[in-house]
């Protein structure tokens, strides 16, 4: 088969070439938008401290701590040794905030990876073929939709154990119908364009007009959905941890707030404890706000004019 007979070919060159022009928008966006460019400075600098959390932390996090004098390093203000202080089982909470951000960056990007991948497939299959393929998977949308989502998550992470993975796939259980539903809607309209109609008369089968017309035009939505995931999966963990479902073995945000709290942290006033944790979280999922803000013009043009 020659070049200009393979299916696709005589595709007009513009559309083609979507997804290329709409990748260079989107790296090129963090250097004109004050909002993914926030987001996204952020969102680096944790994956900085949790790749290489083992050179910032200045001590085992879940190491009991002793002072010279041989007593037990609890409840100590934070000062040149330990740089928040210490818990109230001798810990050290610096060392513990960096750990976390491992945790956090585990179940976050694993997260999002499952529920755009779920959730990118279902809304393509179900928005090309429509039908009772549509209706079959939008009903199982609907049903993950109805459940609740923290009662569930917790089901579910005590009745197999409490795990970071498995926070990671009551999330992705859950979470995914979101973006299938938003895919969806897309494909809807994308399949009814000219080049879409040019490539079945070509001779393209349906793989290929999915994956290579198709899917490279709603993919930046995904990836825009994936960093909304990112956020709600660091949540969720801290919220199972706070409750004390979490994995005791894994330091995590969650696990701190769950201690600090279990301590009577803010009886005693120790803010230095409960406090940095807290604000980790709030700052990880606005970096996600900031990202979904500052890409709304790449992916909906017509909010430019």
Same mark, same amino acid.
């Given at each position: 088969?020659?070049?200009?007979?393979?299916?696709?070919?005589?595709?007009?060159?513009?559309?083609?070439?979507?997804?290329?022009? %709409?990748?260079?928008?989107?790296?090129?966006?963090?250097?004109?938008?004050?909002?993914?460019?926030?987001?996204?400075? %952020?969102?680096?600098?944790?994956? =900085?401290?949790?790749?290489?959390?083992? /050179?910032?932390? !200045?001590?085992?996090? =879940? /190491?009991?701590?002793? /002072?010279?004098?041989?007593?037990?390093?609890?409840?100590?203000?934070?000062?040149? !040794?330990?740089?928040? #202080?210490?818990?109230?089982?001798?810990?050290?909470?610096?060392? /513990?905030?960096?750990?976390?951000?491992?945790?956090?960056?585990?179940?976050?990007?694993?997260?999002?990876?499952?529920?755009?991948? %779920?959730?990118?497939?279902?809304? =393509?299959?179900?928005?090309?073929?429509?039908?009772?393929?549509?209706?079959?998977?939008?009903?199982?949308?609907?049903?993950?939709?109805?459940?609740?989502?923290?009662?569930?998550?917790?089901?579910?992470?005590?009745?197999?154990?409490?795990?970071?993975?498995?926070? @990671?796939?009551?999330?992705?259980?859950?979470?995914?119908?979101? !973006?299938?539903?938003?895919?969806?809607?897309?494909?809807? !309209?994308?399949?009814?364009?000219?080049?879409?109609?040019?490539?079945?008369?070509?001779?393209?089968?349906?793989?290929?007009?999915?994956?290579?017309? @198709?899917?490279?035009?709603?993919?930046?939505?995904?990836?825009?959905?994936?960093?909304?995931?990112? #956020?709600?999966?660091?949540?969720?963990?801290?919220?199972?941890?706070?409750?004390?479902?979490?994995?005791?073995?894994?330091?995590?945000?969650?696990?701190?707030?769950?201690?600090?709290?279990?301590?009577?942290?803010?009886?005693? #006033?120790?803010?230095?404890?409960?406090?940095?944790?807290?604000?980790?979280?709030?700052? @990880?999922?606005?970096?996600?706000?900031?990202?979904?803000?500052?890409?709304?013009?790449?992916?909906?043009?017509?909010?430019?004019?």
């Amino acid at each position: 088969m020659t070049a200009s007979s393979e299916p696709g070919a005589f595709l007009p060159k513009a559309e083609r070439r979507g997804l290329g022009r %709409i990748l260079a928008d989107v790296l090129a966006k963090p250097a004109r938008d004050p909002f993914a460019l926030a987001g996204l400075s %952020i969102y680096l600098v944790f994956v =900085l401290v949790a790749l290489f959390a083992d /050179q910032f932390a !200045t001590h085992d996090p =879940l /190491q009991i701590l002793f /002072q010279p004098n041989g007593r037990l390093a609890r409840n100590l203000p934070p000062g040149e !040794t330990y740089w928040l #202080g210490t818990t109230h089982s001798g810990r050290d909470i610096y060392s /513990q905030l960096v750990y976390g951000a491992r945790a956090a960056l585990i179940v976050g990007v694993t997260a999002a990876m499952v529920v755009v991948a %779920i959730g990118t497939l279902i809304g =393509l299959l179900s928005g090309y073929f429509g039908g009772w393929v549509d209706a079959v998977l939008m009903r199982v949308a609907d049903t993950a939709l109805s459940i609740p989502f923290l009662p569930f998550v917790i089901v579910l992470t005590a009745f197999l154990k409490p795990s970071v993975w498995n926070v @990671v796939l009551a999330v992705a259980i859950l979470l995914w119908p979101n !973006t299938a539903r938003v895919i969806r809607s897309q494909v809807l !309209t994308i399949r009814e364009r000219g080049y879409v109609e040019a490539a079945r008369v070509t001779g393209a089968g349906h793989g290929r007009i999915l994956f290579v017309h @198709v899917a490279p035009n709603i993919l930046p939505l995904s990836f825009l959905y994936g960093s909304i995931a990112i #956020g709600w999966a660091i949540l969720t963990e801290a919220a199972v941890s706070f409750l004390g479902f979490g994995d005791p073995r894994t330091v995590s945000w969650g696990y701190m707030l769950q201690d600090a709290f279990t301590s009577q942290a803010l009886s005693r #006033g120790s803010w230095h404890w409960f406090v940095p944790p807290g604000l980790c979280i709030v700052v @990880v999922v606005v970096a996600g706000f900031f990202l979904t803000r500052g890409y709304e013009e790449v992916l909906f043009p017509k909010l430019r004019d």
